[in-house]
């Protein structure tokens, strides 16, 4: 961010921050994002980085209607992270963000040369086109690693709910589990932890983003770092 400031202030412009990290916390999120958009464009903004919304519902309208807006009003758009059409679709717009495909990929077959033989991956109901991207590599990586893939190996859901999480290791006994991102690894080791299933000697696991507080897990958290600066 504080990069970002600088540079804009070497070319005579300033940034206008619409929401930081705690936005997706709340349950108005999508109606939050459509009032910045509207701000914007009053504003008459030089251009706008939009980072997607994700995990609320209604989240692809939403999105589709903040870019048509800003593009409607001619004000430039780049995505930050995430494209707002589903994977392996792509916008128009200039995206900033990493080969999620290929983080997919390595983590997943870095757990099978640390010596896992069955491996699942985890992710959250409504994430971005990010995750999709991640899956893709994961199934790669399995089809090379294991020889074959099966559809329930990709689990959409909360990693909090014991019950569901206690059926899929029942059901599919994983010896590696690769998350979506670090939130989901923290969510997802904490309700191994109240299953008393042991991290990394019963079922390793794995995320992607390298966040903070990754390290102050437990069990520090095997990821891929995502380069923010």
């Not at 430039?76 to 707002?84: A, E, H, T």
């Not at 989901?184 to 299933?197: E, I, K, P």
Request: aromatic content about 6%.
């Amino acid at each position: 961010c504080a990069q970002m400031a600088s540079t804009a202030q070497d070319y005579g412009c300033s940034i206008l921050w619409g929401a930081d990290g705690r936005q997706s916390q709340h349950a108005d999120q999508a109606e939050r994002t459509l009032e910045l958009c509207r701000h914007f464009v009053h504003s008459k903004v030089a251009g706008v980085f939009f980072a997607p919304i994700e995990l609320v519902e209604g989240q692809d309208a939403v999105n589709k209607t903040v870019v048509e807006t800003l593009s409607a009003a001619g004000i430039p758009v780049v995505l930050l992270d995430r494209d707002y059409v589903a994977y392996p679709e792509r916008s128009r717009f200039d995206l900033v963000g990493i080969d999620n495909r290929r983080v997919g990929y390595t983590i997943t077959h870095h757990l099978f040369q640390r010596g896992c033989k069955r491996v699942i991956f985890v992710a959250r109901e409504r994430s971005a086109s990010t995750i999709d991207a991640r899956v893709a590599g994961f199934m790669e990586a399995v089809v090379k690693d294991a020889g074959t893939f099966d559809s329930k190996l990709v689990q959409r859901c909360d990693p909090r709910d014991l019950k569901h999480l206690a059926k899929v290791l029942a059901n599919l006994k994983p010896d590696g589990i690769v998350c979506g991102n670090d939130v989901t690894a923290g969510q997802l080791m904490h309700s191994l932890d109240q299953l008393d299933v042991d991290v990394p000697e019963d079922v390793r696991v794995a995320g992607i983003d390298d966040v903070k507080y990754a390290e102050l897990l437990r069990v520090p958290l095997t990821t891929m770092r995502q380069p923010c600066s």
